[in-house]
Structure formats: C-alpha cells, structure tokens
C-alpha cells in the first residue's frame, strides 16, 4: 500500500503548482516567470524612442496586441512550461510598453497638464486593476481560466486594432499628424 506524500514533504523539485487550466508548473518555475516579465519589460525603457519614430497611438496599440497574444498562448498552451515562459516574455515586453507609453501620450495629449493626465490614467489603471480580477474571478468558474485569457486576449487584440484604425484614419483626415 503506497500512500501519496504531502506536498509540503516532497522534494522542492517535485512539488508542482496548479495553472488552472488542466496544466502544472514546477514551483521553481514561478519565480522564472516573474523574472522573465521583469527582464522582458525592460525593453520599456526605449517606449520614448519608439513614440517618436513610430507615434504614441501605435505603440500603444503594438502593446495591446503583443498582451493579446501572450494571453492567447496561455489561455491555448498554458500545460506547456515552454509556452508559459514565452507568453511571460511577451506579456513583460507589451505590458511595461504600454505602461510607459501612457506617460508619453499624456505628455503628447495634455503638454501643459500631463502630469494630472498622467495621474489620472493611474488612477483609473489602478481602479481596473481592481476591478478586472473581481470580474474575472466571478466568471471564471463557469467559462473556464483558458477560455477567459483568450476572451480577454481578444478584448486586448481589438482594442489595439482600434487605435491602429483611429491613426490610419486622423492620419488620413488630418494629413499625416503622429501622436
């Protein structure tokens, strides 16, 4: 008769942590993942440079899309350890780009108050931050984790799809404005 060994006893190579979405990942993995998002996002640093070759409202709206796909990849692939960590990476990059790209919009927006748009943008940032999760955990249970990144991937897929659509056409009225 075998009996199953608490997780809290096992080896730290063997314990593993539910994905909710049928997968498991090795503990050690999770600090990876975290890790990965961080050194990813350092590419946030160039959003000013971008905004300036490319315009706010495109780099923006790369950023939704580069969300929705590592959305995507783990709503559809999230029982695989490999693309989990590439959707880490791709979430690290469009996430902190699209944070710093808030502050450089503001700026293109409001110049004479865009540190009370920039602080509003926060504000509201974080009031969804709240929110989101609420929303999410009151549906999840019914649509599945998996189902519900790849709904939210296509919310983030769209909404970037918008303002690419916004600049092509203010470009198109306007004659060429970037911001």
Do not use: K
Request: glycine share 12%; proline share 4%.
């Amino acid at each position: 008769m075998t009996s199953a060994v608490p997780l809290r006893q096992q080896p730290r190579a063997l314990a593993v942590i539910s994905t909710g979405t049928g997968g498991t990942l090795p503990a050690a993995a999770v600090p990876a993942l975290y890790a990965a998002i961080g050194l990813t996002g350092m590419v946030g640093v160039t959003t000013g440079a971008l905004a300036q070759r490319m315009g706010s409202l495109r780099v923006a709206a790369l950023s939704l899309m580069t969300v929705a796909a590592a959305l995507a990849l783990l709503g559809l692939a999230s029982d695989s350890l490999t693309a989990t960590m590439a959707s880490a990476c791709m979430f690290g990059v469009g996430y902190m780009t699209g944070s710093a790209v808030l502050a450089v919009w503001t700026a293109e927006l409001v110049p004479d108050r865009a540190g009370a748009a920039f602080t509003v943008c926060l504000v509201l940032r974080t009031i969804s931050s709240v929110a989101a999760p609420a929303r999410a955990g009151a549906v999840v249970a019914g649509l599945g984790l998996g189902t519900l990144l790849v709904l939210t991937a296509a919310v983030s897929l769209i909404s970037g799809a918008v303002l690419l659509l916004h600049r092509s056409l203010r470009e198109a009225v306007v004659g060429g404005t970037r911001p």
